[in-house]
């Protein structure tokens, strides 16, 4: 059985949402990060509380006409990639909301 | 009450850039003429300058000049470090020193960091740009290198007052963004005329066979000024703080690509 992923966005961060695009500037090496429509989607939802696979069932694979396994997969590698900058956490327990940074809107 | 900087032989000025007066002290006559020269126009007079740098001059060490440079906070006390300078600085008591060669760059350098350090806080910026005012109304030019900065000016009717062609000036008093005058040169080799004025727009310049002015989205315009914003300090609040000021003035002032052909008729479209 597979278990559970939890993602939350680093406090490291500041982000400003764009259009359909979102910014987000790494606090610790200066680098921009832009992320489309849907990865902004599953950035704005990683509250640490609900599940990467709850965040594409719920907000990803109810707007866009995409195949819940392939979405996974897609979400899957896009935490990876921004885990690996240190921008994004990732857990497989619930990750504590109080070192979230708070979302902007442009 | 004898003052301390005078019962030890400290010569000082002050170096009004932005508002913010910054008082420069230094034993050396001949270092503080220089400075006198250099920074013509932008001479304060204030009693009470809001920053306060005691200058070290020390053996001649030009060919330590370089880019890399350290900007560092610890303990609440800044620490600047380049191959030719090195400079404290305490926010808290808003004072600081210089260790540096008697030449003028480093100064030069210790000026326009400190002032990022100032701006960041309250939501300003120094920016690559070229800035000048017409009509009471202040327009920037953004670009790197080679982008244009001085060809526009250079090229501005007589209406028009330059700012500066290298490093633009961006305050926000929290009713809007004013942009003032610096004398940090580029390739024009002239300081800027001390004034300032309300920012009226924003254009990232590009060098092309015609003019056109064209709108761009709200992302990439705050890409393309973050690219040029100066900041060197290795503060993550500062660098949260430098995005968001970014991101507050692209949303409330118009930014727009300008595309010109190297000919003065650029000018009927700006103002």
Known sequence: MNRKLYVARSSDVASRRLGDEMLIMSGRDSTLFTLNEVAAIIWEAADGVIPLEDIVVERICSQFDVEPSAAMSDAEELADELSRHGILLLSEEPISQSSLPQQERQ | MLELTAAVGYQQIVVEVGGIPVRLRTTNSDFRRMLENRYQGFIGAHRRAELDFRIDLAGSKADELSDDVQVTRSSGQWSLTRGDFHAEWDPESSSGSIRQSANPYSIDSVLRIVHTLALAKEGGFLVHAASVVRKSRAYLFVGPSGAGKTTMVGMAPSDVTILTDEISYV?????????????????????????????????????????????????????????????????????????????????????????????????????
Request: glycine residues 8%; aromatic residues 10%; contains cysteine.
């Open chain 2, 171 to 271: 305050r926000n008093d929290g009713s809007g963004y004013t942009a003032f005058g610096t004398p940090f040169v580029g390739d024009l080799g002239k300081i800027g005329t001390n004034v300032s004025a309300r920012i009226a727009s924003l254009y990232l310049l590009a060098k092309g066979p015609e003019n056109r002015i064209e709108p761009i989205a709200t992302a990439e315009a705050v890409r393309s000024v973050l690219s040029n914003v100066l900041f060197f300090a290795e503060d993550q609040e500062l660098v949260r703080s430098v995005f968001r000021s970014v991101c507050d003035f692209v949303g409330q002032v118009p930014t727009r690509r300008l595309t010109f052909y190297p000919a003065c008729r650029v000018w009927d479209m700006i103002g």
